[in-house]
Every structure is written in structure tokens, then in C-alpha cells.
């Protein structure tokens, strides 16, 4: 079992920064990667970068590049997504997700953060 509890979230300016964090804990050795989804309101859960626990191979959704940089800290069993220049297409609540060794799919969720971008 994973537990995973995101913190950061809140109100942003468009053009401004936001810094998400991710804590896991358990078995965090069974962890392959870590991953950053978002929901928009209304809008169905969509997948905003990924990153591997071990090398750090990062992969972005496009609405992503640029914009967003995922990192973990292996020490500290946590995975940040920095926010540069947020728009206000980019509220949405985002939930952090982990996949275990030989899964294809997020086995653990975080209960989810609401970030919302207004001026």
C-alpha cells in the first residue's frame, strides 16, 4: 500500500508560479513512477507529466511543455510539479498518482488539490 497527500494548491495569478508537492509514504520501494493528472471542472481526469523514481525520465503532456517541470526527491519520497506561467485553462484539481513495478496504470491516487489561475 502507497498513501499519497498533495499540498501547494490554491489561488495563482496568470503569468505567476506554483510549486505542487507530493508525499508518499508506505511501501514507497514498490514505486516505478509518478505521475501529475489534473481535472478540469467539467472536464475528464487527463494526464499532465510523469516522471520514473529511479533515472527521473520525464515525459509531458503537450498543454504542459514549456510550462510545467516535474521532479522527485528520492530521499525525501516526494514529486513536485512547478507551474511556470499558469494560465486560466490550467484550473483544474491535480491529483498525483504512482504506478508500482510491472503495472501499466496508476495503482495509487492522492485525494486531489484544486489550483485555480484568476487574476
Known amino acids: 500500500q502507497v498513501q499519497l497527500v498533495e499540498s501547494g494548491g490554491g489561488l495563482v495569478q496568470p503569468g505567476g508560479s506554483l510549486t505542487l508537492t507530493c508525499a508518499a509514504s508506505g511501501d514507497v520501494g514498490s514505486i516505478f513512477s509518478y505521475s501529475w493528472y489534473r481535472q478540469p471542472p467539467g472536464k475528464q481526469r487527463e494526464l499532465v507529466a510523469t516522471i520514473t523514481r529511479g533515472l527521473a525520465t520525464t515525459t509531458y503532456a503537450d498543454t504542459a511543455k514549456g510550462r510545467f517541470a516535474i521532479s522527485r526527491d528520492v530521499a525525501r519520497n516526494t514529486v513536485d510539479l512547478q507551474m511556470h506561467n499558469p494560465k486560466p485553462d490550467d484550473t483544474a484539481v491535480y491529483y498525483c498518482?504512482?504506478?508500482?513495478?510491472?503495472?501499466?496504470?496508476?495503482?495509487?491516487w492522492g485525494q486531489g488539490i484544486q489550483v485555480t489561475v484568476s487574476s
Open positions: 498518482g504512482c504506478t508500482q513495478f510491472g503495472n501499466a496504470k496508476v495503482d495509487y
